[in-house]
């Protein structure tokens, strides 16, 4: 079975932002491999955390001067600068229980099977802020982590693209590709307009 790195989402308003990128993962400090850039293939850097579930994974199993998949979560403060969180590694021979024949892989064509592609980041929140003359659109995404520990999970993420003014405080599902440190909107779908009058 061919794990996908971005599961289906099990409830339509299910909030997210997650991504895939292949790259090789470069530390700030050989002692702490926890921070770092992750160097996608045209040697673009990210400045890049690993989350303690991958870190372990990351000692265990990655050699530093490969490339991976790495499974990610988006944050910025504008659109010029992307950080991520590492939270796995996309790697269906070695990671998971998946017939071993490395040598005739091609992950590109295994990601097509599962409609995804390197870059490509899904993202679904509340649209709460449209500038039509940058032509970006800030969308607000709640952590499912309702713990009193966690006062402010929600983040907010700017992307490049345009979406209608009409569509404000609506639920939208977008499709989303990493373009250098800028995340882009390539589709969209509205899933329920409106969220601040039912509340």
Same mark, same amino acid.
Request: a positive charge.
């Given at each position: 079975?061919?794990?996908?790195?971005?599961?289906?989402?099990?409830?339509q308003?299910?909030h997210?932002?997650?991504?895939?990128?292949?790259g090789?993962?470069?530390?700030?400090?050989?002692?702490?491999?926890?921070?770092g850039?992750?160097?996608?293939?045209?040697?673009?850097?990210i400045?890049?955390?690993?989350?303690?579930?991958?870190?372990?994974?990351?000692?265990?199993?990655?050699?530093?001067?490969e490339?991976?998949?790495?499974?990610?979560?988006? +944050? @910025?403060?504008?659109?010029? &600068?992307?950080? #991520?969180q590492?939270? /796995?590694?996309?790697?269906?021979?070695? =990671?998971?229980? $998946?017939p071993?024949?490395?040598?005739?892989?091609?992950?590109?064509k295994?990601?097509?099977e599962?409609d995804l592609k390197d870059?490509?980041?899904?993202?679904?929140?509340?649209?709460v802020?449209?500038?039509?003359?940058?032509?970006e659109?800030?969308?607000?995404?709640?952590?499912?982590l309702?713990? +009193? @520990?966690?006062?402010?999970k &929600?983040?907010? #993420?700017?992307?490049? /693209?345009?979406?209608?003014?009409?569509? =404000?405080h609506? $639920?939208?599902?977008?499709?989303i590709?990493r373009?250098g440190?800028?995340?882009?909107?390539?589709?969209?779908?509205?899933?329920?307009?409106n969220?601040?009058?039912?509340?």
């Amino acid at each position: 079975m061919l794990k996908n790195p971005i599961p289906k989402v099990t409830n339509q308003l299910q909030h997210r932002a997650i991504g895939i990128i292949n790259g090789k993962f470069s530390p700030h400090d050989s002692e702490q491999l926890n921070r770092g850039f992750l160097i996608d293939n045209k040697g673009e850097k990210i400045e890049t955390v690993v989350l303690g579930k991958a870190l372990s994974l990351l000692k265990k199993h990655i050699d530093l001067r490969e490339s991976y998949y790495w499974i990610v979560y988006p +944050k @910025n403060k504008n659109t010029q &600068n992307l950080h #991520l969180q590492v939270a /796995g590694i996309w790697d269906p021979y070695q =990671l998971n229980d $998946f017939p071993n024949d490395s040598s005739k892989t091609n992950f590109s064509k295994l990601l097509e099977e599962l409609d995804l592609k390197d870059n490509y980041f899904s993202v679904r929140g509340e649209l709460v802020f449209v500038n039509t003359q940058k032509k970006e659109i800030v969308i607000k995404i709640n952590s499912a982590l309702k713990s +009193k @520990n966690f006062k402010n999970k &929600n983040f907010k #993420l700017v992307i490049k /693209g345009e979406l209608s003014l009409e569509l =404000l405080h609506s $639920f939208v599902s977008l499709d989303i590709n990493r373009d250098g440190n800028s995340l882009k909107l390539i589709e969209y779908e509205v899933i329920e307009k409106n969220l601040s009058e039912k509340n």
